[in-house]
């Protein structure tokens, strides 16, 4: 299964742009994005920001995502 991740943009080159996504550091393509800025937060999936979203947004989706890591392990243990 694939899954589209909030991370947030430290800085646009062009249609490229780096973001930090779980603490790393990745080089996305922004082309379907063009408006977005340093600061901002996107959905990126397989390399591509898809959409921006807003902090709140973001947050509530990272939250999520480690609800569902965490009761995963507890399954595994």
Request: with cysteine; net charge negative.
């Amino acid at each position: 299964m694939c899954l589209a991740v909030p991370a947030q943009i430290e800085s646009v080159n062009g249609t490229s742009a780096l973001c930090v996504m779980s603490g790393v550091t990745k080089e996305i393509d922004v082309s379907l994005t063009p408006e977005v800025r340093h600061g901002d937060w996107v959905i990126v999936h397989v390399g591509f920001a898809l959409q921006t979203i807003d902090a709140q947004k973001a947050q509530e989706t990272l939250a999520q995502m480690a609800a569902l890591k965490d009761a995963g392990d507890a399954v595994r243990h």
